[in-house]
């Protein structure tokens, strides 16, 4: 396992599971120590004590480098145990095979291609070669072998899948978080494009209304120090994941909005045609549409049309929505979410369309 995968996914594989698992194996080692001292004696016993007792301490390293997919130490390791498996033979007899029995257990997780073949060999070595050389059968070594290796076969393919799984809810996390991010990214355009907007075109009115008219002025400062403080609250609003924006408020914001950019307002005074499902999103198009209009249109007229299936919004400047920005983007996102379709596009003579379909 690379240093690149979650944490949560090394602590399952290289847990106390796998730990557990690695340590019974040391088992078939301890078993054949006996057969040694049955076949062998003197010098000969001692040889091969030795050997076993070396099988296990590198079984314990290969087992090691297999959980740090160390893949080139593992290979090397698993061939020096295999030749301490032949080795201990002429000692051990037929028992020597309990130590084939760990050499297939760590190779077959990771040949998944050829494990059948191995199994086979080896259970039918564990048969044939006793059977040959001192006239015995292998039988407990066969079946050992058969039935460890799918025991230890279907505890890898557990890891592989905890792993998988580990890896799925990182991603899933992954991805709530980067949603979460443009959830709040396309709300803040939103809500400030329209708020910095009436902001800005307030502002431009104060300042030339300041030396001609002081109470109009005031009006409009009062109106921009509401605006913002509207702004202030939506922004927090989209932080924490809960504004509200309804069909209602944005025609009043925008009847608002295009009469300080000097826009003749054409706007429906009541939303009852328009089903509960549909208030806030009719809200968002309205916002971004007047919005737009605001910016780009240079327009004379606007006109909001409100159905129960349609919402559109018509100007007759020059400007409209040229191009697809962050703002009709996120608008095409949130349509596509409800199961709608967004249209934009100039009208005949001039003018330009933004058309929800929902």
Known sequence: MDRTEPADVQRWVRGWRVMLLDAGMLVYPAVTVPAVLQHSSGHAAVAGCVLVAAFAGCYVFAARAAAKRAARRFWALLGVLTALFAAALPFAHAEAFFLALVVVTLAVPRLPRYSAALVAIAALAALVVPWLVWDTVGWTQAVALVFTVLVVYAFAEAVR?????????????????????????????????????????????????????????????????????????????AVSGYREVTLAGELARGRELLRACGVTADLPTATDVVGPARQELYGWVVREGLTNVARHARATRCAVTVTASIVEVVDDGVGGSVGEGSGLAGLRERVAAAGGTLETGPVAPHGWRLRVTA
């Open 161 to 237: 899948a905890n792993a998988a799984l580990v890896e799925a809810r990182a991603e899933v996390a992954r991805l709530a978080s980067e949603a979460e991010r443009t959830r709040i990214a396309r709300d803040l355009h939103d809500l400030l494009g329209h708020s910095l907007t009436a902001i800005t075109v307030k502002s431009t009115l104060a300042r030339r209304l300041a030396a001609a008219d002081i109470d109009r002025a005031e009006e409009e400062m009062t109106a921009v120090e509401t605006l913002a403080r509207q702004a202030l609250t939506d922004v927090r609003a």
